[in-house]
């Protein structure tokens, strides 16, 4: 059954001029000129907001909210003036809850973090190169200049499609529309701080057609680049760490992974509801930068792959084991089925990790042209002592001369990893840098989780999550050291080895169990401060001199 309509009228002059329920959302075409952001105008007035989600609605109110914020905005019918008219069916609604009978803020966020504006609403679909030819990141240069850019956007014809970053947005445009040109003018305003053309990222795996290897070589000390699981694993399995995977999601139903997902602990399964209001509904596990759910089942199989590399369970009479089985997967899922992905995506997934508790970003993918919002998203990472690895690529390039991002991005947070054979020579698809790669790890037939099954593949994006993974270790063997350190404890753990000299920074392949070969943490002694407690002074009074009788004296 298609979706019902939903018809609001108001009684004044209004800028909403229809509305229509896709789902749970509610989209609106406006014919005013001006639109205020992030607040309520004079009556009638609506912000000018694209993709407003229907929270709650009764005969006489309508609840809305914007995606990804706790903004609410309750307009209620008048007496004897209604202003909301219905066609509908209550049972083809989301679920309803007793709407607020006035006008309400709660706990608005920063409106430069969730400004969402438009003249129509779009339903998401798939990604395809003509979606990203059609779409931009801007930076607005100032929080006053928020309501500007706003209108500026409405009146070229697109709307916001997601901003976690502070001052950081994802336009898409309307068909027609001239992207560049519109940029081109954008850049002579006060309001813009840099835009830029959004871009595809893809992920660095190369499956392989041979036979599935019969043993994880690179975990069970098989070879002579194998990472030396067993003596890291005497010391750490990675407990109480979460690795993000920014990837193509996750086969949460895999008897490898089903055990191993981050639980949001802010969000309730099931109850379609966005509990801790951060714009998608059900995100237990991770969250769905393709179309804003908490859907993040892989249609693709990299990240389910890259997943199992990390965290795989062990001991549990299934398939093979991840580098760090005592890890959690935040499954961020902004590749889709053909393993491509947009900038904007990525960039909102960074930040959803780090705002969410992630210790270790994994991003097994890489771009060719650079991007500010993602160096703002990096550097956010990078400022909450967050690690971020990432794959060197699968070019057989040099970064020194042909930059890959995110790897050329050098903060001391960010380790990029290139790939080796079981011998420890550089894999003959892997990129190199001896500036620009840090370290190299196994990346030819590595055997792991794809979806209901398991498959050995080739690629840097197979090298990344047992670096990341490493990095968990450690992070759990010593939770009192900074992103830096980690990074250069694995740099300098490395097995060095003269084919890896003069092409890869550290010149060596990650030993887990090297880096792992550390003192326990000890944690910091609590100071007792002794408490004095004053003794309570008694007045003493002079004693009273009493005379003694006459016979005594």
């Given at each position: 059954m298609p979706a019902p309509s939903v018809e609001i009228r108001d009684s004044h002059r209004s800028m909403l001029d229809r509305t229509r329920q896709t789902g749970a959302s509610l989209s609106y075409a406006c014919r005013r000129n001006r639109y205020h952001l992030g607040r309520i105008g004079r009556p009638g007035e609506i912000i000018g907001i694209s993709r407003l989600e229907l929270r709650e609605t009764s005969r006489k109110s309508l609840t809305l909210g914007i995606p990804r914020s706790n903004y609410r905005y309750t307009r209620t019918a008048p007496e004897n003036a209604p202003w909301l008219s219905y066609r509908h069916e209550r049972r083809d609604l989301a679920p309803m809850r007793r709407p607020s009978r006035k006008r309400t803020f709660r706990g608005l966020e920063p409106l430069e973090k969730r400004a969402l504006m438009a003249f129509d609403f779009v339903t998401p679909g798939p990604l395809s190169v003509a979606t990203i030819a059609n779409s931009a990141v801007i930076r607005i240069a100032d929080p006053a200049e928020v309501d500007e850019a706003s209108h500026a956007i409405y009146e070229a014809g697109g709307y916001v499609d997601g901003g976690f970053g502070p001052l950081t947005w994802g336009i898409v445009f309307s068909p027609g529309v001239d992207?560049?040109?519109?940029?081109?003018?954008?850049?002579?305003?006060?309001?813009?701080?840099?835009?830029?053309?959004?871009?595809?990222?893809?992920?660095?795996?190369?499956?392989?057609?041979?036979?599935?290897?019969?043993?994880?070589?690179?975990?069970?000390?098989?070879?002579k680049a194998s990472v030396h699981a067993p003596e890291a694993w005497s010391r750490s399995v990675g407990a109480g760490v979460v690795v993000a995977v920014i990837d193509s999601g996750v086969d949460v139903n895999h008897p490898e992974l089903a055990g191993q997902l981050w639980i949001n602990p802010k969000e309730s399964a099931g109850n379609r509801k966005d509990d801790d209001r951060n714009g998608f509904v059900d995100d237990i596990n991770g969250a769905n930068f393709l179309n804003n759910t908490g859907n993040v089942q892989d249609d693709a199989g990299h990240g389910t792959h890259v997943s199992g590399i990390i965290a795989a369970a062990a001991n549990n009479g299934n398939g093979g084991v991840g580098l760090a089985p005592g890890?959690?997967?935040?499954?961020?899922?902004?590749?889709?089925?053909?393993?491509?992905?947009?900038?904007?995506?990525?960039?909102?997934?960074?930040?959803?990790?780090?705002?969410?508790?992630?210790?270790?970003?994994?991003?097994?993918?890489?771009?060719?042209?650079?991007?500010?919002?993602?160096?703002?998203?990096?550097?956010?990472?990078?400022?909450?002592?967050?690690?971020?690895?990432?794959?060197?690529?699968?070019?057989?390039?040099?970064?020194?001369?042909?930059?890959?991002?995110?790897?050329?991005?050098?903060?001391?947070?960010?380790?990029?990893?290139?790939?080796?054979?079981?011998?420890?020579?550089?894999?003959?698809?892997?990129?190199?840098?001896?500036?620009?790669?840090?370290?190299?790890?196994?990346?030819?037939?590595?055997?792991?989780?794809?979806p209901g099954s398991y498959e050995a593949w080739d690629g840097t994006s197979m090298a990344t999550p047992f670096v990341a993974a490493t990095a968990a270790l450690i992070a759990s063997l010593r939770p009192d050291y900074t992103a830096a350190q980690i990074v250069d404890r694995i740099k300098s753990t490395a097995t060095r080895s003269v084919d890896l000299a003069g092409i890869i920074a550290s010149a060596g392949y990650l030993d887990a169990g090297a880096a792992t070969n550390l003192p326990a943490y000890v944690a910091p002694a609590q100071t007792v401060v002794p408490v004095v407690t004053p003794l309570k002074r008694t007045p003493v009074r002079p004693v009273r001199r009493v005379p003694l009788p006459r016979r005594l004296r």
């Amino acid at each position: 059954m298609p979706a019902p309509s939903v018809e609001i009228r108001d009684s004044h002059r209004s800028m909403l001029d229809r509305t229509r329920q896709t789902g749970a959302s509610l989209s609106y075409a406006c014919r005013r000129n001006r639109y205020h952001l992030g607040r309520i105008g004079r009556p009638g007035e609506i912000i000018g907001i694209s993709r407003l989600e229907l929270r709650e609605t009764s005969r006489k109110s309508l609840t809305l909210g914007i995606p990804r914020s706790n903004y609410r905005y309750t307009r209620t019918a008048p007496e004897n003036a209604p202003w909301l008219s219905y066609r509908h069916e209550r049972r083809d609604l989301a679920p309803m809850r007793r709407p607020s009978r006035k006008r309400t803020f709660r706990g608005l966020e920063p409106l430069e973090k969730r400004a969402l504006m438009a003249f129509d609403f779009v339903t998401p679909g798939p990604l395809s190169v003509a979606t990203i030819a059609n779409s931009a990141v801007i930076r607005i240069a100032d929080p006053a200049e928020v309501d500007e850019a706003s209108h500026a956007i409405y009146e070229a014809g697109g709307y916001v499609d997601g901003g976690f970053g502070p001052l950081t947005w994802g336009i898409v445009f309307s068909p027609g529309v001239d992207r560049d040109a519109v940029l081109s003018t954008w850049k002579s305003t006060a309001w813009l701080a840099s835009a830029e053309t959004d871009g595809l990222i893809a992920s660095s795996a190369l499956p392989v057609s041979d036979p599935l290897a019969t043993q994880q070589w690179a975990i069970a000390d098989t070879a002579k680049a194998s990472v030396h699981a067993p003596e890291a694993w005497s010391r750490s399995v990675g407990a109480g760490v979460v690795v993000a995977v920014i990837d193509s999601g996750v086969d949460v139903n895999h008897p490898e992974l089903a055990g191993q997902l981050w639980i949001n602990p802010k969000e309730s399964a099931g109850n379609r509801k966005d509990d801790d209001r951060n714009g998608f509904v059900d995100d237990i596990n991770g969250a769905n930068f393709l179309n804003n759910t908490g859907n993040v089942q892989d249609d693709a199989g990299h990240g389910t792959h890259v997943s199992g590399i990390i965290a795989a369970a062990a001991n549990n009479g299934n398939g093979g084991v991840g580098l760090a089985p005592g890890a959690k997967i935040m499954a961020l899922k902004v590749l889709d089925a053909s393993g491509n992905g947009s900038i904007n995506a990525a960039v909102n997934a960074i930040y959803y990790a780090v705002n969410n508790g992630a210790k270790v970003i994994n991003a097994s993918w890489t771009m060719s042209v650079g991007s500010p919002a993602l160096i703002s998203a990096m550097s956010f990472a990078a400022s909450r002592n967050v690690v971020f690895v990432t794959a060197a690529g699968n070019e057989r390039s040099n970064n020194d001369l042909v930059p890959s991002y995110p790897g050329n991005y050098r903060f001391t947070n960010v380790l990029t990893v290139g790939a080796v054979d079981s011998d420890g020579k550089l894999a003959d698809f892997s990129n190199y840098g001896a500036s620009t790669v840090d370290v190299a790890a196994p990346g030819v037939s590595i055997l792991s989780t794809t979806p209901g099954s398991y498959e050995a593949w080739d690629g840097t994006s197979m090298a990344t999550p047992f670096v990341a993974a490493t990095a968990a270790l450690i992070a759990s063997l010593r939770p009192d050291y900074t992103a830096a350190q980690i990074v250069d404890r694995i740099k300098s753990t490395a097995t060095r080895s003269v084919d890896l000299a003069g092409i890869i920074a550290s010149a060596g392949y990650l030993d887990a169990g090297a880096a792992t070969n550390l003192p326990a943490y000890v944690a910091p002694a609590q100071t007792v401060v002794p408490v004095v407690t004053p003794l309570k002074r008694t007045p003493v009074r002079p004693v009273r001199r009493v005379p003694l009788p006459r016979r005594l004296r």
